[in-house]
């Protein structure tokens, strides 16, 4: 292929030059017109090899360099042309300038914050170290409050709301009232009055605790020089101490354990509703039945703690009230200690049951009752807070009725 394209180069060149000694200044037309055409059958014969792809992609990529290039020249060209705001003022006159002097206000100040490390948002509550309460505080009873709410509100145990209110609350709870102003001693223990007339260290001790214990207790506010003998104390009579981590007996609230058939007149039940000696009747079975139809509670639960050695069943004013087991009635009435209408059954089996706030009494003295038979209705007579059943077992001793009862 070479030799064709030789071939047709000399086959024209004779004529070309012929042709351009004829035409005399047209002889660099002719010549420009031979480089075309060798070119053109250049590619042609290129594009005949199948490389005319191949060259199509060179060219675009060389024209792209191109271009670039091009264009880079002219960014740099046009920077180079714009004046350096950061250069020196051409129209500033040279020589030495004159000095102004400037009168600089002073600035007020401002305290500028250092930051370190991560912002903390603002807190609107500042957290205040608690400390001890040494003193005694008040506390006024809110409707649906109780002793053990109270006790817990406030760190105690529910005891130490009793005895720190005996004149007002008598060692029981149901004596609780909306309205009413509580001490609320700062550490579980007894609030009493000292009266004298025994050794200060005797009286201490008849609450587990130590004259020391007393006297130098911060709440007391007692000088130790001005005491004196610790178990001799010189403490005025009449002042009320708090006895920290001290304990009593509760002063028995409730009634006594009711009339027996071998022996009523040494267990007799003070009111008006007390029986005389009963002999015979009914016996119980030793398994025992709920008194009501609500097998939950609706207020106290049984609580040696609190001195509340029963429990309170729930139910609506007017209810009937059931005999937890057969047996006869040994009380029927008014009682003197705050359980309003109350009944007490006597089972013959060394176990007593007693039913209490009741709103009716469908039995009397002497009387004997089936397990289950209606003697009375639900109330709140008494020291009652609203309409339920305080019903105890005794055994010689107050039980847990929980412990009796099938399950709810």
């Not at 042709?19 to 037309?29: I, L, M, Q, R, V």
């Not at 609107?124 to 040494?134: A, G, L, Q």
Request: hydrophobic share 40%; proline share 7%; glycine share 12%.
């Amino acid at each position: 292929m070479m030799n064709s394209m030789q071939n047709d180069f000399k086959e024209e060149a004779p004529n070309s030059v012929e042709s351009g000694k004829k035409t005399g200044g047209a002889d660099t037309s002719v010549s420009s017109t031979r480089q075309r055409f060798f070119i053109a059958r250049w590619i042609d014969n290129l594009v005949q090899m199948g490389l005319g792809e191949s060259l199509l992609r060179i060219g675009t990529n060389l024209f792209s360099i191109l271009a670039i290039g091009i264009i880079i020249l002219l960014v740099q060209a046009f920077y180079r042309q714009t004046p350096n705001p950061l250069s020196g003022n051409s129209g500033q006159d040279s020589g030495p300038v004159p000095t102004v002097a400037v009168v600089a206000n002073p600035l007020p100040a401002v305290d500028v914050p250092v930051i370190s490390g991560i912002a903390r948002a603002a807190q609107i509550h500042t957290n205040v170290p608690s400390r001890p309460r040494e003193d005694i505080t008040t506390y006024v009873v809110q409707d649906g409050d109780t002793v053990f709410g109270i006790a817990e509100k406030f760190g105690l145990e529910p005891q130490t709301i009793l005895w720190g209110n005996y004149n007002l609350l008598l060692d029981d709870p149901h004596s609780l009232r909306p309205g009413q102003e509580l001490n609320i001693l700062p550490v579980d223990g007894v609030y009493w009055e000292w009266l004298g007339g025994i050794p200060f260290g005797q009286w201490a001790e008849f609450y587990g605790v130590t004259a020391a214990d007393v006297i130098e207790y911060p709440g007391n506010h007692l000088d130790p020089n001005s005491v004196g003998d610790y178990n001799n104390a010189n403490i005025k009579a009449a002042t009320w101490l708090i006895v920290p981590h001290g304990k009593r007996e509760f002063v028995n609230w409730s009634a006594p354990l009711g009339v027996t058939r071998e022996n009523p007149a040494s267990a007799r039940v003070l009111g008006e509703g007390a029986c005389g000696p009963i002999s015979g009747g009914s016996v119980g079975y030793g398994a025992y039945v709920y008194p009501t139809n609500k097998h939950y509670l609706s207020g106290f639960n049984y609580s040696e703690a609190t001195n509340h050695r029963g429990i309170d069943l729930a139910g609506n004013e007017g209810e009937a009230v059931y005999a937890a087991d057969a047996g006869v009635i040994v009380y029927a009435g008014w009682n003197n200690y705050g359980y309003g209408n109350m009944i007490m059954v006597d089972h013959g089996n060394g176990f007593q049951s007693l039913y209490a706030h009741l709103s009716a009494l469908n039995v009397g003295c002497g009387q004997s009752v089936g397990q289950g038979e209606v003697i009375g209705a639900v109330g709140s007579t008494g020291r009652s807070s609203g309409p339920h059943l305080h019903f105890e077992l005794m055994a010689g001793v107050k039980v847990n009725p929980w412990d009796y009862l099938p399950p709810p």
